[in-house]
């Protein structure tokens, strides 16, 4: 399963995209949890951050 597919599986997610070449991940839709989609990214074994957090936007894989 892809971030992508993972996401687009969470309530509220209308879209996902993931930008390789910037590492980050799109999200459109309405009602989203932040949290919970960074746990869904987490659990696929990448660092997720959420906007307005400090943090950017971003996820990158932990294992490279």
Known sequence: ETVEEAIRGSR???GAR???A???LTVRGHG?????LAA???QLGFKAAVP???H?????DEHG
């Open 40 to 42: 869904v990214v987490s």
């Open 22 to 24: 910037t590492g980050r």
């Open 52 to 54: 307005g957090h400090g």
């Open 12 to 14: 509220g997610v209308e």
């Open 32 to 36: 989203l949890d932040a949290a919970g």
């Open 56 to 60: 950017g936007s971003c996820c990158k």
């Open 18 to 20: 993931v930008d390789l």
